[in-house]
């Protein structure tokens, strides 16, 4: 598959690939991956991802997975924690009309004026 739909694919799995990196240009040749998860995955759940049918090249490497622990320093994030999706759920909850609903509503009497 082409790069960009395996990350977009990888990014609907909940995973991004941020390095990979070949020692050289031998089937022998170790690669370097640095992987992120958007929610917490033991090391055998990762390990089901990468070797399984989801993953980027499936039966192709033997992969060896090895989390980083606590406090470890890896790149910089690509699922950034923030609390807005949640609260904007919530504020959905508590209106009669959902936000897209209110959002179709004032566009239209915005056009009906213009």
Do not use: Y
């Amino acid at each position: 598959p082409h790069p960009r739909d395996l990350a977009a694919k990888n990014r609907a799995n909940g995973v991004h690939n941020h390095c990979f990196l070949p020692t050289g240009t031998s089937h022998k040749d170790d690669i370097f991956c640095i992987w992120e998860a958007s929610q917490p995955l033991s090391a055998e759940e990762f390990q089901s991802f990468i070797d399984g049918p989801d993953g980027p090249a499936p039966g192709v490497f033997i992969n060896r997975v090895f989390p980083v622990i606590e406090g470890g320093i890896t790149p910089s994030t690509a699922f950034p924690a923030s609390g807005l999706n949640a609260i904007m759920a919530k504020i959905e909850e508590l209106l009669p009309l959902k936000l897209d609903e209110m959002v179709s509503k004032a566009k239209g009497a915005f056009n009906k004026e213009a």
